[in-house]
């Protein structure tokens, strides 16, 4: 197989053109073979057919009226004038002389067969084809009746010659359309793969062009574009968040470094080491916290925790929550409430929704003033088990609340915290299929924890 | 005098952890290598042993707590790694370890555990009344008095001053509390404990002559009559 050869046949564009070709050639074949067989063929056994009447018709004749009638009588047929261009009747006496008929006999064909044959024989001085049927007579005399098959054959030829150009035009047609097929494909699919090498060379802008047509590649090529807008969607996350994280754990890794620094160049460094080794470790403890968070916040996304999802009463998480959480909220000032449903029950991980719930509730008493109220309830809803926590606070402006769970984001510097509670709570929330919900209380705020109800 | 066998590479941390210790009264000793370490924990007896677990040459602390475990031995182990992620302290606990301190570490954090544990690991008696100065609890019904006069607390309250009595004298840390009182494995961001802690004193230390719930700076809370002890070696 040459190079060029292999090329081609590694494309399935064009192997399946040339397969579909083959396939119409062997079609084409099969029909005209048909074709041929119902035509050529049929004539031939009509023609048969025609002798043996014949042959029989002049046997009886011989019987009938003698061999001088018979010879006369074939006279008269060969006079006549119809079919003399293809007719062939001869009479060969028992004494071997012609008594009648058309062709130049020759030994071969004076000996009676059973089965009609075809020869080549001298009819009217004239070399031909010819299918013959000879019989023996009675008084022993030799009758010869056939039938010239220059036309026929003439047919034949004709229709085999059709049959080869037609069979050739079609093999043509099939490898020029495989051709064609491959081309056509391999433009539409080129496109997609240029998209594939801008990309894998890090230009994550580039889109596969969608054509005008609406065939299954422009569909294909939507579906790529759409995961092509994913993908970059999660690395402009991905790239947003490692800049959040280096610029929140720098900065307190700078400060430290001032704070070490200025007191190892004091005056009396005895005297300020004590405070900025205070102060390192506080800091240090808190970039602690923050990595711990983000980790967890990162193995939540991740999924992992899945794989040990079990039945969870949301009832159970809450009222522990509140219990963890009661103690704060009346020494803040805070009245802290619930109503339970039923039976809220949910597929999960009962540390991370503790996790969620402790989170909201914290959120709840960190932004309500003294005086203020928290209530905390459950609800089933049909597919759905809602938890919601809802405080008569400060709230968050609707402006505010699509940002609220990005990582470090926070509402109000002066409040303490990471900027991280959300986020993990947004993290649980997608990890167990559900959403969290942020709503005006008018005033304060309304978080609503909406999970899946099992079997839902 | 009580042995604590440390199995760390890192020769900073070992420091540290080492040097704490023995300013408690113990007998530390580090060993930086893995496959010695797995002799020197088999072949003698510790109180003790805290266990790294990335190891040089790939070794896992983890194969060397097994090892242990399938050799009977029930010291207790205090896996030191950081590891943090859930599934990698499911299998620190899978493998027969006591405790699980992630790193970075507070010394005060990691004292508090190695003596919560080997208090676990002590068959004691099943306690059905403990005593503390003139303070009475019943740990089967549930009820407290102090000098005699009933104080009635929540089933939560109760449950705090129970593991601060099974840890008398100890440091407990906030994590160690948020654990085993409300099953909790994360941190809150408000220091929630703090506030029920001194709600519980105030219910229990009220108008008494001693105070028996004390705040250690820095670390967390301790029960006792005589205020807080640095006593780590019982």
Redesign the interface.
């Known amino acids: 197989m040459s190079g060029a050869f292999a090329r081609w046949w590694s494309s399935i564009a064009f192997r399946q053109a040339l397969i579909f070709g083959a396939l119409v050639v062997l079609t084409m074949t099969v029909l005209l073979v048909i074709f041929y067989v119902q035509t050529v063929g049929v004539w031939q056994r009509r023609i048969d057919s025609q002798i043996d009447a014949t042959t029989q018709r002049l046997v009886d004749y011989q019987e009938t009226r003698g061999s001088a009638a018979l010879a006369t009588h074939i006279n008269n047929l060969l006079g006549d004038g119809i079919d003399s261009d293809t007719e062939v009747y001869t009479l060969v006496g028992p004494d071997g002389h012609i008594a009648a008929g058309n062709l130049t006999v020759t030994g071969e064909i004076a000996s009676p067969t059973r089965r009609i044959f075809e020869h080549r024989v001298v009819r009217a001085g004239r070399a031909s084809r010819s299918r013959l049927r000879v019989t023996r007579l009675r008084d022993g005399s030799i009758l010869i009746v056939g039938r010239d098959m220059q036309d026929p054959h003439e047919l034949e030829e004709l229709t085999r010659g059709a049959i080869l150009s037609g069979a050739i035009v079609t093999l043509l047609m099939a490898v020029v359309g495989a051709v064609l097929f491959r081309q056509q494909l391999e433009r539409r699919i080129g496109a997609i793969r240029e998209t594939a090498v801008q990309i894998e060379r890090g230009d994550l802008a580039q889109r596969v062009p969608i054509s005008a047509q609406q065939d299954e590649f422009a569909r294909l090529s939507r579906d790529i574009n759409a995961m092509l807008d994913r993908i970059h969607a999660l690395m402009e996350g991905v790239r947003h968040v490692s800049n959040t994280i280096a610029h929140n754990i720098r900065t307190p890794l700078s400060r430290v470094l001032a704070r070490l620094y200025t007191a190892q160049n004091a005056a009396d460094p005895v005297q300020a080491l004590p405070e900025a080794v205070g102060f390192a470790i506080a800091e240090?403890?808190d970039l602690?916290?923050v990595f711990?968070k983000l980790?967890?916040i990162a193995?939540v996304e991740a999924g992992?925790?899945r794989q040990t999802f079990a039945a969870v009463s949301l009832n159970a998480v809450a009222v522990?929550a509140l219990?963890?959480?009661d103690?704060?909220a009346?020494?803040k000032g805070l009245t802290l409430t619930h109503t339970l449903d039923a039976q809220p029950l949910v597929t999960g991980d009962g540390?991370l929704l503790?996790?969620a719930v402790?989170?909201l509730i914290?959120n709840a008493?960190?932004y309500t003033p003294s005086g203020g109220a928290i209530h905390v309830d459950t609800r089933c809803e049909g597919s759905s088990v809602t938890l919601t926590v809802r405080d008569n606070g400060r709230g968050i402006p609707a402006e505010e609340r699509t940002r609220v769970g990005a990582r470090f984001y926070r509402l109000d510097r002066a409040v303490?915290?990471?900027g991280l509670?959300l986020a993990s709570v947004l993290a649980i929330a997608r990890l167990h299929g559900g959403t969290l919900q942020l709503a005006d209380a008018d005033p304060g705020l309304i978080a609503r924890l909406v999970l899946p109800a099992p079997g839902a | 005098m009580r042995r604590c066998l440390i199995i760390e590479d890192d020769t900073e941390n070992a420091q540290y952890v080492a040097t704490g210790l023995r300013e408690l009264g113990w007998l530390a000793t580090v060993c930086r290598d893995g496959v010695d370490a797995v002799g020197r924990a088999v072949e003698e007896a510790w109180d003790v042993i805290i266990l790294d677990r990335m190891l040089p040459n790939d070794i896992d602390g983890l194969s060397i707590l097994r090892t242990l475990r399938s050799l009977g031995r029930r010291t207790p182990v205090v896996v030191l790694s950081a590891l943090a992620a859930t599934d990698e302290r499911v299998r620190g606990l899978k493998a027969g370890c006591d405790d699980y301190l992630t790193k970075p570490f507070a010394f005060s954090e990691l004292a508090a555990r190695i003596e919560a544990v080997l208090r676990r690991s002590q068959p004691g008696d099943v306690v059905r009344e403990m005593h503390v100065a003139d303070m009475k609890v019943d740990l089967i019904a549930r009820s407290v008095e102090r000098a005699g006069r009933p104080i009635a607390l929540q089933p939560r309250e109760f449950r705090l001053l129970a593991y601060l009595l099974l840890h008398q004298g100890r440091v407990v840390t906030r994590t160690m509390l948020l654990e085993a009182v409300w099953d909790y494995r994360f941190d809150p961001q408000t220091n929630v404990i703090d506030v029920h802690i001194s709600r519980l004193r105030s219910k229990i230390d009220k108008d008494a002559p001693v105070a028996l719930i004390h705040t250690v700076r820095g670390v967390g809370y301790t029960l006792s009559p005589g205020g807080p002890t640095r006593e780590l070696a019982g």
């Open positions: 240090i403890q602690n916290v711990d980790l967890r193995e992992a925790r522990n219990e963890l959480y103690a704060v009346e020494a540390d503790a996790n402790a989170n914290d008493i960190k303490p915290g990471w509670g």
